[in-house]
């Protein structure tokens, strides 16, 4: 599947969903990359120069608390991606599906932060759903911390372009905010660093370099903001021994894959470019100040 066939899916997806009153937010190796062309179309003074995002075939979604509590809104949903065409993945069933097949094969994984107020959900250590509507689930991610705060909205027309602004015929497409967006690649870099069968972490490492470097003045005081009000959360703690474990010293783990992935994809970034990302992600995500 080609990327603008993809994007095409995800903006057929979010406007069938926004008849509800729903908007999910887009992570994901295409939040990444919808998060660059979005700075590059603006022509944003961002913290870096942006590199080409990776390609996916991936929609990684976040539903929002009040409709991950809701049966009635997560059973619209449920046949949102029914009229779309997307089946249920076995082993993943009811927060995997996939529409198409082979190469032209999308699958959407949905997510949810836990939402606090719990009376309206049942929950375990992977899912989460609506009391009173068994059909749809969404897996649980602890570490997407904030992920309602802030997010940053893309504008995409119907044939999957990225606009600088809203206009006719456009959809906004919302993303996560940095805070978010790095907790959550974080995560999967550290569960994946010994992974060979998902590159040993670097796709993730890779990520939250290119996510750093579009990353304008407001995302970044946005993203503060969010970590600010999120200081006493107890997730707090496993994500702030992460980001030292894994970037403390260029010598570190986290450190070495995103150099090996720079690499890989053939990217230029100098040492003191290298050494501003670190220290803002252990700003941001591990309390340095």
């Known amino acids: 599947m080609t990327e603008t066939s993809l994007e095409r899916k995800l903006v057929e997806l979010v406007r069938e969903a926004e ?17 660059v062309r979005f700075a590059r179309v603006r022509r944003e003074l961002t913290l870096a120069d942006p590199p080409i995002a990776r390609a996916t075939r991936d929609l990684d979604l976040l539903l929002p608390a009040e409709v991950v509590v809701d049966a009635s ?16 993945v076995e082993g993943a069933r009811y927060y995997q599906f ?5 190469a032209a094969a999308v699958k959407v994984d949905l997510h949810a932060e836990p939402p606090r107020e719990t009376s309206g959900v049942k929950m375990d250590s992977r899912r989460i759903r609506a009391h009173g509507y ?20 893309i504008a995409m027309l119907s044939n999957g372009a990225v ?21 959550m690649k974080l995560m999967a870099l550290r569960d994946n660093l010994h992974n060979r069968e998902d590159d040993e972490g670097r796709r993730h490492a890779y990520d939250m370099y290119a ?57 230029e970034a100098g040492g003191d470019e290298l050494e501003r990302f670190r220290h803002d992600l252990l700003e941001l995500l591990g309390s340095l100040r």
Not at 22 to 35: D, F, S, T
Not at 98 to 102: C, H, I, N
Not at 163 to 183: H, I
Request: aromatic share 8%.
């Open 211 to 267: 996510l750093w470097a579009c990353t304008s003045e407001q995302v970044w005081s946005d993203a503060m903001s969010v970590g600010e009000f999120t200081r006493g959360a107890p997730q707090r703690n496993e994500i702030r021994e992460a980001v030292k474990e894994l970037f403390t010293g260029t010598d570190a783990i986290g450190q070495i894959r995103l150099r090996e992935a720079l690499r890989a994809e053939g990217v």
């Open 73 to 88: 809104r997560m059973e619209f949903f449920r046949g949102v991606l029914d009229r779309l065409g997307y089946q249920e």
């Open 134 to 153: 068994r059909l749809l689930h969404a897996r649980r991610l602890d570490e997407a911390l904030g992920s309602e705060m802030h997010p940053v909205p």
């Open 19 to 35: 008849k509800h009153s729903i908007r999910p937010i887009l992570a994901g190796g295409l939040g990444v990359l919808l998060r």
């Open 163 to 183: 606009v600088a602004a809203p206009e006719r015929g456009s959809v906004e497409v919302l993303t996560p905010n940095l805070f978010t967006f790095w907790a």
């Open 98 to 102: 996939v529409g198409g097949s082979g």
